[in-house]
């Protein structure tokens, strides 16, 4: 959510701002933002000055008919009334005017950190870094084609019950995956400290408005009946702060959370992207980060959630690379995005396998999460952070096509096999 009182000082900086993220007029935008805020304040104005008249007119009421002056308390009485009708009118402009601007400030992306680079889409991303070495020659079998010929991977089962876009993993395939989730959440809690948390996967729609995927993003989303599916554990982790005052205290080390949950998305976007196989399903597992954090730590704070993400990908020795976001390709709520791509030898390209934004204070505003500095009456808002750490499906994927051999097994990698059993190959 944006700061009214910011665009209403700096007009300019919001047309600018908003005009590089892709949206579209945004002048008229902002012109029209500022003619319904001088209208909700004119009606406020309107009603609070008719609300102090009204109840000066109601005690000398009792004056005049004290006075035995009849006339004047029946003007008086006159008065009251009409009085009245100006609060009701008053209170209605403000209510319906309130919420034209609210809904409209609802669905306004958050606005980039400088350092972000301009962009349209994926093309302006910046590449910030690069980690391990693509192997050459070998198999590079796509990791679909791997499965199925290994028997441990049915999208026609799949299919047959869910539709497409849904996948079944059996055997010890369907081990690795639980592997790989238990390895990084093991990882994320025991040495970077985030504190693991078993979140519902049902939320409200006020939840899902918090971290910004409602009211814009509706059709990305699963409902049942009163609830929604979330998408990512960022969902229930970052509303654990909603309407809440944290005390300075709290947040001297940042919140940081974790989460091993499944995610549903409708991938209402995404049509003809990734039809097959397990890089864009409707239901997946995710490790998430999240942290919440003074202002004045969230730069910071960025820099070490991306790291944790990073260090999963090099103890299983994935090659990967750091990209920096450019406006035109972030999120709706992010102000500044890490995107962690790892190398598929099937494709000869990096892809996305851990996206990590700070949000600055942007979902703290729609979430009301707040907190309060030792010896200040003043509360501030927090500043939101969430990551991957990282995507369980798209991890197993680059394990698969990564450490295919030649004889059509995969080789577990080191790190996992204390959660295999010991089991160093994966075969038919």
């Known amino acids: 959510m944006h700061d009214i009182r910011a665009i209403r000082e700096n007009p300019q900086v919001y047309v600018a701002g908003w005009s590089s993220r892709g949206v579209e007029e945004a002048d008229g935008l902002v012109a029209r933002i500022l003619e319904l805020d001088a209208e909700l304040r004119r009606a406020q104005t309107t009603g609070q000055d008719a609300l102090s ?15 035995k002056d009849m006339a004047e308390a029946d003007r008086l009485k006159a008065e009251v009334e009409a009085l009245k009708g100006e609060i009701a009118a008053a209170a209605e402009v403000e209510a319906s005017v309130g919420k034209e601007l609210r809904d409209l400030l609802a669905g306004l992306k958050n606005l ?3 350092d972000v680079p301009d962009g349209e889409d994926e093309a302006g991303n910046v590449e910030v870094s690069r980690w391990g070495t693509p192997r050459e020659g070998g198999p590079a079998k796509d990791h679909a084609d791997l499965g199925e010929a290994l028997g441990l991977l049915d999208f026609e089962a799949a299919a ?13 395939l369907a081990r690795l ?4 989730g238990q390895f990084m959440l093991d990882m994320q809690t025991d040495q970077h400290g985030y504190l693991e948390v078993n979140p519902p996967l049902l939320v409200r729609d006020e939840a899902m408005f918090g971290t910004g995927q409602l009211p814009k993003f509706e059709e990305d989303l699963f409902r049942v009946g009163e609830h929604l599916l979330i998408p990512t554990a960022e969902v229930s982790l970052t509303n654990l702060v909603r309407d809440t005052i944290l005390s300075e205290d709290e947040l001297a080390t940042p919140m940081r959370m974790t989460a091993l949950t499944p995610c549903f998305r409708a991938e209402a976007g995404s049509a003809g992207r990734d039809t097959r196989g397990l890089i864009r399903q409707h239901q997946f597992s995710k490790v998430e980060m999240v942290s919440i954090a003074r202002p004045e730590d969230s730069d910071a704070e960025h820099e070490r959630m991306t790291a944790c993400a990073e260090a999963v990908l090099k103890a299983l020795e994935l090659p990967f690379r750091r990209m920096l976001l450019c406006k035109g390709d972030m999120g709706f709520s992010a102000q500044k995005t890490f995107d962690l791509e790892v190398w598929l030898p099937s494709q000869g390209t990096y892809r996305e396998i851990s996206s990590c934004s700070n949000c600055g204070d942007f979902q703290a505003r729609r979430m009301d999460a707040r907190f309060k500095r030792a010896g200040e009456k003043k509360t501030e808002f927090v500043h939101t952070l969430n990551g991957s750490g990282l995507a369980v499906g798209r991890t197993l994927v680059a394990i698969m096509e990564n450490y295919q051999q030649e004889d059509g097994r995969i080789a577990v990698p080191a790190v996992l096999r204390p959660y295999m059993g010991g089991v160093t190959h994966i075969g038919a």
Request: proline share 0%; glycine share 12%; net charge positive.
């Open 53 to 67: 008249k009204r109840n000066t007119a109601s005690k000398l009421i009792g004056a005049a008919m004290g006075k």
């Open 112 to 114: 980039a950190a400088e």
């Open 160 to 172: 047959k019950m869910s539709g497409a876009r849904f996948a079944v993993l059996k055997g010890q």
């Open 177 to 180: 995956e639980r592997a790989v």
